[in-house]
Nanobody, 124 residues
C-alpha cells in the first residue's frame, strides 16, 4: 500500500485546513485508517481514526469537536477536516493504514503503512 498525504500549509489560528490521503496498491475499503501528528522534539501521537466502512470514528481529546475524519472508499481517499486550528496543532501530519484490521485503533503499532507526512503550521 502506498499512501500520499497532502493539504498541509500555513494558516492563522482559528482557520481551517483539509488534509487528504490518497491510497493505492491494495483494497482500501477493508482497512482501518488513522491520522497521527508529530511536533518537533515530540513523539508521534494519535489524532483520529476511522473503521473500514467509515461508520465509526475516534478522536484524541484535544481535537474532538474541531477535527473530522472521513473516507471515500470509492476514491480510495482518507480526509481530515481541521477547523478552529490552534498553534498547538502545528506538526507534521501522517496518514496510516492497517494491513489486516478493519476497526479503528489509537495505537501506532497496529498500523502497517504510513504516508510521507504533510506539514501543518498554525500561527498565533
Amino acid at each position: 500500500v502506498q499512501l500520499q498525504a497532502s493539504g498541509g500549509g500555513l494558516v492563522q489560528a482559528g482557520g481551517s485546513l483539509r488534509l487528504t490521503c490518497a491510497a493505492s496498491g491494495r483494497t482500501f475499503s477493508t482497512s482501518g485508517m488513522g491520522w497521527f501528528r508529530q511536533a518537533p522534539g515530540e513523539e508521534r501521537e494519535f489524532v483520529a481514526s476511522i473503521n473500514s466502512s467509515g461508520g465509526s470514528t475516534y478522536y484524541t481529546d484535544s481535537v474532538r469537536g474541531r477535527f473530522t475524519i472521513s473516507r471515500d472508499n470509492a476514491r480510495n481517499t482518507l480526509y481530515l477536516q481541521m477547523n478552529s486550528l490552534k498553534p498547538e496543532d502545528t506538526a507534521v501530519y501522517y496518514c496510516a493504514a492497517r494491513r489486516y484490521g478493519v476497526a479503528w485503533t489509537t495505537q501506532r503499532s497496529t498500523y502497517d503503512y504510513w504516508g510521507q507526512g504533510t506539514q501543518v503550521t498554525v500561527s498565533s
